[in-house]
Nanobody, 121 residues
Framework: QVQLVESGGGLVQAGGSLRLSCAAS????????MGWFRQAPGKERSFVAA????????SYPDSVKGRFTISKDNAKNTVYLQMNSLKPEDTAVYYC??????????????WGQGTQVTVSS
């Protein structure tokens, strides 16, 4: 089993930055890819970023490309999401997940509890 705990969420003004962290415990993350998803009230969970186990490949949807960066530290069993130039539409609960390298939530096996990100205009 893998336990994932997100941190780093909060309230920020539009144009600001936040860095989310996701710490894993229970077993090694190898060979899982890691992903970040978000869910706004009344909306479906959507893909934000993914990174392979090696860290050699990353993927983002157009909505965050160029603003968000996913990275990982395998030695610390931690994955990060650096979010810059935040917009009010980025407001959501952000979840990290471990599983396949995919844009689809169903391909991920383990999930954290989520951390709230609120961007004020």
């Amino acid at each position: 089993q893998v336990q994932l705990v997100e941190s780093g969420g909060g309230l920020v003004q539009a144009g600001g930055s936040l860095r989310l962290s996701c710490a894993a415990s229970g077993r090694t993350l190898s060979p899982y890819a890691m992903g970040w998803f978000r869910q706004a009230p009344g909306k479906e969970r959507s893909f934000v970023a993914a990174i392979t186990w090696s860290g050699g490949s990353t993927s983002y949807p157009d909505s965050v490309k160029g603003r968000f960066t996913i990275s990982k530290d395998n030695a610390k069993n931690t994955v990060y999401l650096q979010m810059n130039s935040l917009k009010p539409e980025d407001t959501a609960v952000y979840y990290c997940a471990a599983g396949g390298y995919s844009h689809y939530a169903t391909d991920y096996h383990y999930w954290g509890q989520g951390t709230q990100v609120t961007v004020s205009s």
